[in-house]
């Protein structure tokens, strides 16, 4: 049976901090506190979580490190942990140099960070958020505490926030819903393959088109192929695009996560998963 023992302590483990930006990981920057906690069948009663785990139930994330202070010793633990944006559900890995403690998936729900693990040694990297009797799992379900530490602050001010650029103003910070109306319309972007269209739709749906250049006799002709389509989402300035068909069969019921850096009525400047830096000019 996997325990927070094994998965949340690593005495004085050394973190390892990433040297590039990584979008996904800013969503999970500052403090959180565990308020639901199921292991193994057993549902950990909220009173009871605080002596349940050696974090006490609160945690501190910076770059890809659990920071954690014990409340039985006092003393300060430190954990690493990776993520993979690129499966579904979203996989996460929590390891010392010497092993990999836990392995599960993660996803964000309205501010709140869900997490299911299983020990490596004991049971397969979960497929969905539960926690059955017999499963060896421990379904986490952590929020921000209600009186935020400074280090939030610190953390909320360096997480790249969408803003809108207009010709001769000062940049402003813009809601998701701002972010989600301004997203709406098609959008077109360059990459190595050539031109690729992107329609967002108001009702929560999206497509994608592929231009190819043909040569055509005498002249150059533009085929324009459907690609993908699916859902979208703004949470917290990232678009999150759900594919449910595409053309690469590997790419269905996939999440593609992108951090929207900056939005306007004419263009858009974007971070993918894996951190390289993008442009779209808006077409209508």
Excluded at 113 to 131: H, K, T
Excluded at 147 to 171: F, N
Excluded at 219 to 224: A, E, G, I, P, R
Aim: contains cysteine; proline residues 6%; aromatic residues 8%.
């Amino acid at each position: 049976m996997i325990h927070l023992n094994v998965v949340a302590v690593a005495l004085l483990a050394s973190p390892v901090f990433t040297e590039e930006p990584n979008p996904e990981l800013q969503q999970f920057q500052g403090p959180w506190e565990v308020a639901e906690l199921s292991e193994d069948g057993k549902v950990i009663p909220k009173q009871a979580i605080k002596e349940w785990l050696p974090s006490g139930g609160r945690a501190e994330i910076v770059d890809n490190a659990i920071i954690f202070r014990s409340p039985h010793d006092g003393k300060k633990y430190v954990k690493v942990f990776s993520v993979d944006a690129t499966k579904y559900p979203k996989a996460i890995e929590i390891s010392t140099p010497q092993r990999t403690d836990g392995w599960g998936i993660y996803q964000f729900d309205n501010g709140r960070l869900v997490i299911c693990l299983a020990d490596p040694n004991e049971a397969e990297r979960p497929g969905d958020f539960s926690a059955a009797k017999g499963s060896k799992r421990m379904l986490m379900v952590l929020k921000r505490p209600a009186v935020a530490s400074a280090t939030t602050a610190v953390a909320k001010a360096a997480t790249p926030q969408p803003k809108t650029m207009p010709d001769g103003q000062a940049a402003q910070f813009l809601s998701d819903e701002q972010v989600t109306k301004m997203l709406a319309g098609s959008w077109r972007l360059k990459d190595s393959a050539g031109f690729l269209f992107v329609t967002f739709n108001a009702d929560g749906t999206f497509s994608t088109m592929r231009e190819y250049q043909q040569l055509r006799l005498f002249h150059k002709s533009f085929v324009q192929t459907p690609i993908s389509s699916g859902t979208w989402s703004v949470n917290n300035g990232a678009l999150a695009a759900h594919v449910t068909t595409s053309v690469r069969l590997e790419r269905v019921n996939q999440v593609l996560s992108f951090a929207v850096r900056s939005i306007s009525g004419r263009d858009m400047i974007f971070v993918d998963q894996l951190g390289r830096v993008g442009s779209a000019a808006k077409m209508r």
